[in-house]
C-alpha cells in the first residue's frame, strides 16, 4: 500500500490518500488525474486496466485503487 500512496501523492501532491474516501466525487482528483494515475499503475505494477474499469468508483480512494490492482493481478495470474 505504502508503494501506491507514493505514485498517488507523486501525481497529485497535497492529497490526503491515506483518509480521503471520496477522491473523484469531492473534486480531489479528475479524469486528467485519473489517466496520469492509470498510466503509472499500469507501468508500475505492469497489468492492464480495461477502459470499462476505469471509471471513477475504483478510484475513489487509495483502497478501491489497491482493489482494482489487485482484481487484475490476480485475474492476470489465471
Request: overall charge negative; charged content about 30%; glycine content about 4%.
Given at each position: 500500500?505504502?508503494?501506491l500512496?507514493?505514485?498517488?501523492?507523486?501525481?497529485?501532491?497535497?492529497?490526503?490518500?491515506r483518509?480521503?474516501?471520496?477522491l473523484?466525487?469531492?473534486?480531489?482528483i479528475?479524469s486528467?488525474?485519473?489517466v496520469?494515475?492509470?498510466?503509472?499503475?499500469e507501468?508500475?505494477?505492469?497489468?492492464s486496466?480495461p477502459?470499462?474499469?476505469m471509471?471513477?468508483?475504483?478510484?475513489?480512494?487509495?483502497?478501491?485503487?489497491?482493489?482494482?490492482?489487485?482484481?487484475?493481478?490476480s485475474?492476470a495470474k489465471?
Amino acid at each position: 500500500m505504502e508503494r501506491l500512496y507514493t505514485i498517488l501523492e507523486g501525481v497529485c501532491p497535497g492529497i490526503d490518500f491515506r483518509n480521503e474516501k471520496a477522491l473523484a466525487t469531492d473534486g480531489y482528483i479528475d479524469s486528467f488525474d485519473i489517466v496520469s494515475i492509470i498510466s503509472i499503475l499500469e507501468n508500475e505494477y505492469k497489468i492492464s486496466i480495461p477502459v470499462d474499469s476505469m471509471v471513477e468508483e475504483n478510484f475513489e480512494s487509495a483502497e478501491t485503487i489497491m482493489k482494482l490492482i489487485r482484481q487484475l493481478i490476480s485475474a492476470a495470474k489465471e
